[in-house]
């Protein structure tokens, strides 16, 4: 029995070491876009698992501030409690991803059921925003190859990210600006969270994600930098 125990601690440390020092969306992201190349030093700030009542409202005000324009990858479920804080992200100019109802891992997801998932979610997408999305993140990136290209077939691009902010367990805004400083490079797409942590996609305390916006606007247009859309970045 105690061995069991052990096993099964040793099991969770394990997981828990793999989610922190090691980004899974290197795994999965051949036939995504994670990144844009280009000689242009700009990068996409992208939002996950919102909208928040709270927490994108308070990064919206940062984004208006500093004069950024972001992608927001919003999960249908949160969208149907908050049909106007995702009605603002739109109305500020900002680009509306679909993050899926549930926040379901796809993992074991077949065709028709991931299609029900993000027609279901762009639905209430659409209700609440007037938007039609058509760019998909699955959830902590894991998706398999007959997923994206059903994703695909649906008129999605599937979107992950090139440089992980790790906001959901970096408690220190500095450390995060310092991190992306470091690894930034042209045609990044950036991961952060609106909502939620380490044991929640709802709520959460997203202080250090909205306190790292200004610092990190400011540090990289110093280095050159500007901000745009995924859109924007794809587009050229
Ligand atoms: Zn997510």
Same mark, same amino acid.
């Given at each position: ?7 099964? =601690?040793?099991? /969770? ?52 501030? @500093? ?16 049909? &106007? ?5 739109? &109305? @500020?100019?900002? =680009? ?18 991931? @299609?029900? &998932? #993000? ?61 992306? @400083? ?6 990044? #797409? ?21 306190? /790292? #916006?200004? =610092? =990190? /606007? ?19």
């Amino acid at each position: 029995m105690l061995i069991f125990i052990y096993m099964i =601690l040793l099991a /969770a440390i394990f997981a828990a070491a793999f989610c922190v020092f090691f980004d899974q969306a290197i795994l999965t992201r051949r036939g995504t876009i994670y990144r844009v190349n280009t000689d242009q030093k700009k990068v996409a700030l992208t939002f996950d698992d919102g909208p928040s009542p709270v927490w994108t409202e308070n990064i919206l005000s940062e984004l208006k501030r @500093e004069g950024i324009k972001a992608t927001f990858f919003m999960i249908g479920h949160h969208v149907k409690k908050y049909p &106007e804080v995702a009605k603002k992200v739109a &109305e @500020e100019g900002h =680009l509306i991803g679909n993050h899926g109802f549930a926040h379901c891992v796809t993992l074991y997801y077949n065709p028709w059921e991931i @299609e029900e &998932e #993000i027609k279901y979610a762009e639905q209430i997408i659409k209700e609440a925003t007037g938007v039609t999305t058509k760019y998909y993140r699955p959830p902590k990136a894991w998706i398999r190859k007959t997923i994206k290209e059903k994703v695909k077939s649906l008129g999605y691009h599937v979107v992950l990210w090139s440089l992980n902010s790790k906001d959901w367990v970096n408690f220190n805004h500095k450390k995060i600006v310092e991190y992306i @400083e470091k690894h930034v490079k042209n045609g990044d #797409i950036i991961l952060f969270h609106d909502s939620g942590n380490v044991f929640s996609i709802e709520g959460g305390a997203r202080t250090q994600t909205v306190k /790292a #916006i200004s =610092l =990190l /606007a400011k540090t990289l247009k110093h280095n050159g930098f500007k901000f745009v859309t995924v859109e924007e970045l794809l587009n050229g």
